[in-house]
Structures are given as C-alpha cells and as structure tokens.
C-alpha cells in the first residue's frame, strides 16, 4: 500500500517550473503484519490463489455409531478447484489395529501429516482417544507450522468419534453421528434420518448416506469407501 503526500516546491521567477507547482512524492508505507503473512491470508497465499494454485481436496466423510458398531466412510473424489483430478481416492484408514477409524475433508497433503501426527499421539496415549485427539488438537492450534494445515480430521472408535480442525475445535458429537467436508451436511441430514430403521447397519447409514450426498454436492462421487 501507498501514502500519498504533496508539498509546494518554490522555483525562481523565470525558472521553468515557476511558483506554486505541486510536485507529488509517493512513498511505500511499511507492509502490515497481515501483509507479511505473519497472520491471516499472506501475500504468498493471495499470490497462489491468484495463479490458480489450488491446493488438492477430498471431500465428504461421515461416522455412524449404531448398535454397538462404528463406521466411517468417504467418497473418493479429490477436486482442485472446479476441476475433478481424482475419482477413486481413499480417505479413510485404520490405525492402531483396526481399532481406530479416521478420515479427513481438505487438503490431502496436510491431511497426511496430520494422521502422522495422530499416530504420534495414540502411541504416547494407548488405547486413550479422547487424550490423543485433545493432544493433537493443542499442538495443532498452538503450533505456527501446523496451525497452516488446512484440513478436518474425523476420528472414531467404539466409545467415542471426534472432529478435530486447526482453530482449536474438538466436538463429539451427541448422536454418534458426525460428517465433514462439502458434502458432510447432506450426508449428516440423510444418516439422522436413516439412524431410527432398525434394519440398516452403522455400515449400512453410513454407505446409503454417502450416496445421497453424492446425488446432491458436486464435489461428491459415489465411490464409497467404508
């Protein structure tokens, strides 16, 4: 940004600038703290934006606790921008045996450090999901580095399911059920409304939900992983 200032400079009777003319000195003001990217939308990342260098992102998962079960699931479409890159991705994983589900909406490479992250947490707190996800969720807002990360990490075990995102929230749902990414809203509305059917699955909500989801919210495809 640029201050504008003007003063009158005095030329001399016959000099050819003559009495009174303005002369107009422009000066760069000092970049601002927002400008240098120390907080908030840098310079480098409005300069990426611009280019069109957006970064690659998954889409839609959704947990399911019902009868003792939980399930996780996604959809496998990771977009950049308007453009489809990918349709057959997987976004969700176990970990520490199969007794822990987790998956994630957002940027795919932040994502992955992330469940680096996480699997760095539950082997400090085994068998402890509520410590591990509240540990992570400490780091992942107080640390200048990890605090960039644009994801949202979904994590979910028999007892408990949990979202965690870089500005600070931790939220377990009431219901057991929980979903995140673009389409995370469609299918959230679809699985309260299949979770009363007593003949549907935690596995089963979760697969027809992701699917509904994937008719409505174009950034959604129906290549459902659970």
């Known amino acids: 940004s640029t201050s504008r200032r003007t003063r009158e400079r005095s030329g001399g009777a016959g000099g050819p600038q003559g009495r009174g003319a303005v002369v107009i000195v422009v000066q760069k003001s000092p970049l601002s703290r927002r400008e240098r990217g120390q907080g ?19 889409t839609t998962i959704l947990t399911v606790r019902k009868g003792g079960r939980v399930a996780l699931g996604g959809d496998g479409q990771v977009s950049v921008g308007d453009t489809i890159m990918k349709g057959r991705a997987t ?6 045996g199969g007794k822990i589900l987790a998956g994630f909406a957002g940027s795919v490479a932040d994502a992955l450090t992330l469940y680096e992250k996480f699997e760095e947490k539950l082997e400090r707190h085994p068998g402890n999901l509520p410590r591990a996800a509240v540990e992570l969720a400490k780091d992942w807002r107080s640390d200048r580095v990890l605090r960039r990360l644009e994801a949202l990490l979904v994590v979910a075990d028999l007892e408990h399911s949990f979202l965690l995102s ?19 809203n469609y ?4 699985a309260r409304a299949l979770l009363p059917d007593p003949s549907l699955s935690a596995r089963d909500t979760v697969e027809r939900s992701l699917r509904i989801a994937a008719d409505i919210c ?9």
């Not at 908030?40 to 998954?58: I, K, N, Q, Y």
């Not at 500005?167 to 219901?175: A, C, H, Q, R, V």
């Not at 299918?187 to 679809?190: G, H, S, T």
């Open 40 to 58: 908030g939308e840098g310079l480098e990342s409005r300069r990426r934006r611009d280019l069109g260098m957006t970064a690659f992102h998954g």
């Open 166 to 184: 870089g500005s600070g929230e931790l939220i377990e749902p009431d219901d057991g059920v929980l979903a995140v990414g673009s389409g995370g």
């Open 187 to 190: 299918a959230l509305a679809a």
């Open 91 to 96: 976004k969700v994983r176990t970990l520490k």
């Open 218 to 226: 174009v950034f959604t495809n129906d290549h459902i992983t659970v």
